[in-house]
């Protein structure tokens, strides 16, 4: 059932992060003045499973589906913005989800129950108001609009549909249930992330880019590459040919760590 809904990514050396974030207001955007209490979950490659226990599927139509529709047609030119629901409504459809996959899906029901009170603990610690899942990237992996929508129905029923459903296959826990914390990686929930002052993430596009995200990594392209020939052309004039290789070189290893660290902190997605 589960991974009938899969296709081929079309990207494969590609990342596809989804994200699920608990913040402190319910503003759609802040300005450079504003701060935001936000505290989130990430999974890379997959959609958690435990996620879509949050959520109904109203909250897959409507203006997000239209919205998400436009954008897998045109991903160059349109933005998806997130699933956003109240934190006590995402609360009460937990509750829910909790108690029904006792008796539908008793083989993850204790996980679920332990995910749970990690997410509760986790909304207990900071002025949790609303619930905001970054789901359109790992669009990326589907061939049309209808077959990712349809995964995500079908996700949402194994926990609040009719009928029980099946067993789904889980290889890795935290891209298949879980996610981890955004920030470090770390497991969800044997560790919880920090409250933190934050900003939405940029709105992803369905295609699996991120515009702004893009405009940010050609900008590091271009300083990097700026670092190294200026290195080598000033090393070159003080020292000769070997000092434009040295300086070259040395330039070259320099911004190599400053991208990893970069990418470490804004990771794809």
């Known amino acids: 059932m589960w991974t ?85 409504e995402a609360r009460a459809n937990l509750t ?27 909304a207990g610690r900071g002025p949790s108001q609303e619930v905001r ?9 589907y061939d049309s609009a209808d077959a990712f929508l349809d995964a995500l129905h079908r996700a949402v029923r194994i926990w609040h549909g009719p009928g029980r459903p099946e067993m789904p296959p889980v290889g890795d826990a935290s891209s298949d249930l879980t996610g981890v914390d955004r920030q470090t990686d770390r497991p969800f929930p044997e560790v919880l992330p920090d409250w933190q002052p934050g900003r939405p993430v940029p709105g992803l596009s369905a295609g699996g880019r991120n515009t702004t995200g893009g405009a940010a990594e050609w900008g ?9 020939l200026g290195a080598a052309w000033l090393c070159g004039a003080l020292l000769g040919r070997g000092g434009m290789w ?24």
């Open 133 to 141: 899942l970054y789901l359109a990237e790992h669009a990326n992996f």
């Open 220 to 228: 590091m392209v271009a300083l990097f590459s700026g670092v190294v």
């Open 4 to 88: 009938a809904a899969r296709t081929a990514c079309s990207l494969p050396a590609m990342g596809n992060r989804v994200h699920l974030e608990l913040r402190g207001s319910g503003l759609p955007y802040l300005t450079e003045e504003d701060e935001e209490a936000v505290v989130g979950l990430t999974a890379n490659n997959g959609l958690p499973l435990f996620w879509f226990a949050l959520l109904r599927e109203e909250h897959l139509g409507g203006t997000w589906e239209r919205e998400f529709r436009t954008a897998f047609a045109d991903p160059e030119e349109h933005a998806v913005d997130p699933i956003r629901l109240g934190w006590r």
């Open 246 to 269: 040295a300086g070259g070189g040395l330039a070259f290893l320099a911004g190599c760590v400053a991208v990893w660290r970069w990418a470490k902190a804004f990771p794809p997605g």
């Open 96 to 122: 829910s989800a909790c108690r029904l996959a006792e008796a539908r899906l008793p083989g993850l029901a204790p996980a679920l129950r332990a995910w749970e009170a990690g997410i509760v603990t986790l």
